[in-house]
């Protein structure tokens, strides 16, 4: 259900903005944080919170905040487009951050869709070569079109931005960045809900 809700709210993200052109980002985090607690209480804490990313902003604050995780990195992405022939790919520059965090032991696992298994095998090759734990959801018949990164137990990415070049450098994308371990928590036990019956890929 939570998840159900913030989906909407991405939604009604998309409508404030495009409808009354906000302007300012603050009034807008504040019109999610109100339409989120109004429906589902309190459970973001503040909407100090809770940030609005939009189209390259979620690349920025990702790869910084990454780039700063001591435990651990969970990540659930409909589509990981791994690029060997660029290293300026944004993707690859994730990936790389991954990589490097589980060489320091943060236990780093993704759930991919089949979508990036069948379309993209370079990137599954990719991080199993560099040891990173990898799945796919419990049946090739379900899609997984959850985009969700949670860190260190407390910090989570969630929205519409999927991890391909496009999507990290020139798609129009909305997500939010939540600070928040409740909201953490929830997330947490539906990540591991599809990890625990998750396929496994060699």
């Known amino acids: 259900m939570m998840i159900l809700v913030i989906f909407i709210v991405g939604v009604i993200v998309g409508y404030i903005i495009s409808s009354k052109n906000i302007g300012r980002e603050e009034v ?3 019109t999610v944080y109100q339409t989120l607690t109004s ?15 939009l189209d390259k902003d979620y690349y920025g604050n990702l790869s910084v905040i990454l780039s700063r995780t001591n435990k651990s990195v969970y990540v659930i992405m409909y589509v990981i487009k791994y690029d060997p022939k660029d290293p300026r790919d944004p993707v690859n520059t994730l990936l790389n951050i991954l990589i490097n965090l589980s060489k320091r032991n943060v236990d780093v696992k993704i759930i991919v869709d089949d979508e990036t298994y069948n379309s993209y095998p370079e ?3 990719y991080l199993l070569s560099h040891n990173i734990s990898v799945k796919l959801d419990e049946s090739s018949g379900r899609t997984t079109h959850t985009k969700l990164v949670i860190i260190d137990g407390k910090i989570v990415f969630l929205g519409s931005h999927n991890w391909t070049q496009s999507a990290l450098q020139r798609n129009h994308e909305v997500s939010v960045l939540i600070y928040d371990e409740d909201v ?3 997330l947490l036990r539906y990540f591991f809900d599809i990890w625990s019956n998750g396929r496994a890929v060699s």
């Open 28 to 30: 807008v985090e504040k």
């Open 39 to 53: 429906i589902i209480g309190p459970s973001i804490s503040s909407s100090k919170n809770l940030s609005i990313l």
């Open 123 to 125: 990137t599954i090759n």
């Open 184 to 186: 953490a928590k929830i």
